[in-house]
């Protein structure tokens, strides 16, 4: 079964504490991104990588991570520099192209800092 | 850059009625247009997308949506909804140009199917 997976479900984290989010897809797929979602707020783009070892801020890059060592992997730093860091984070990929091609979301992780 | 606006963030229904959820885009590019659907704690899903030719385009399950590029607009309808279309949907865009799939999202519309 081809898909997207993300771990944990559920993650909680003390003030100060770095956390790692898990992205692995096996679906052959050359770009995977990081988003973040808040209610009312929509989807904003953390970060996205196109090729392995190569990746770009997005809109909300600040106080986040990330590494492409491995074409199926995308892991998430969340530092404890990100002031606000409550939310559900959703991890995509989607296949090499001219664009236009469809994104595949993972199920999230829903963070939560105590 | 791109900006997509969904006019209403919460849209209550009956069971078979009818719905249209809004989405206006703003680009100085042409773009490509998507409806993804998010049901409660999941992940996103592609509706449909529209990437040229008949400005109808229609999804499996009854949804269709008419891209109007005169009104910058790609609004979802569907005749008949079902309790299951209780979901969030998310309208959002990519330019045509640059190669890259960064998608820009709409901040979301609840569909709320009542009996």
Aim: aromatic share 12%; hydrophobic share 30%; glycine share 8%.
């Amino acid at each position: 079964d081809g898909g997207i997976t993300q771990s944990p479900k559920y993650l909680f984290r003390k003030e100060g504490q770095n956390v790692t989010l898990s992205c692995e897809q096996n679906l052959n797929h050359d770009a995977m991104y990081w988003y973040r979602q808040d209610p009312g707020q929509g989807l904003r783009l953390i970060y996205y990588s196109q090729i392995v070892n190569d990746f770009q801020k997005g809109d909300i890059a600040e106080g986040y991570s990330v590494s492409r060592e491995k074409k199926e992997s995308f892991p998430l730093t969340v530092t404890s520099a990100q002031k606000n860091p409550t939310a559900f984070y959703l991890c995509a990929s989607s296949p090499p192209g001219t664009g236009g091609n469809e994104q595949f979301f993972g199920p999230g992780t829903r963070l939560t800092v105590l | 850059a791109q900006s997509v606006t969904q006019l209403d963030s919460q849209v209550p229904v009956f069971e078979e009625a009818p719905v249209e959820l809004r989405c206006n885009y703003s680009s100085s590019v042409s773009v490509y247009l998507f409806w993804y659907v998010q049901y409660p704690n999941q992940g996103l899903q592609l509706l449909l997308k529209y990437l040229s030719g008949s400005t109808l385009v229609k999804s499996i399950n009854g949804f269709e949506a008419e891209f109007n590029k005169s009104q910058t607009s790609f609004h979802l309808r569907k005749p008949s909804v079902h309790i299951s279309d209780t979901a969030e949907y998310f309208c959002a865009v990519t330019p045509r140009q640059g190669g890259s799939e960064k998608l820009v999202f709409g901040k979301g519309t609840k569909l709320t199917v009542n009996p």
